[in-house]
């Protein structure tokens, strides 16, 4: 079964900075792409960013420039690094392989508010 945990969630102010992590259980982590979703209550989730198994990167354009998606295949972790953030990044954020069929985690929230 797999089991997708993300943390590294919380409050900050517009400017500031989090890292997001995505514990994955799963033996074939470095195999599959993964990616970052958010969602805000009302909307669909969306993907923030991605990366291949050769670290290939993508993002879109509202994060590109500001967030940094990375994976650590010993640890098994994928991580977002969030710089600048902005009022509107405010999102619960999700982690998933890029064919979204994991089972979905708990999400992190992240807030971003002065």
């Known amino acids: 079964q797999v089991q997708l945990v993300e943390s590294g969630g919380g409050l900050v102010q517009p400017g500031g900075s989090l890292r997001l992590s995505c514990a994955v259980s799963?033996?074939?982590?470095?195999?599959?792409?993964m990616a970052w979703y958010r969602q805000t209550p009302g909307k669909q989730r969306e993907l923030v960013a991605g990366?291949?198994?050769?670290?290939?990167?993508e993002y879109v354009d509202s994060v590109r420039g500001r967030f940094t998606i990375s994976r650590d295949g010993a640890k098994k972790t994928l991580y977002l690094q969030m710089n600048n953030l902005k009022p509107e990044d405010t999102a619960v954020y999700y982690c998933?392989?890029?064919?979204?069929?994991?089972?979905w985690g708990q999400g992190t929230q992240v807030t971003v508010s002065s």
């Open positions: 998933n392989n890029r064919y979204q069929n994991y089972p």
């Open positions: 990366i291949t198994s050769d670290r290939t990167t």
């Open positions: 799963v033996s074939s982590f470095y195999v599959y792409p």
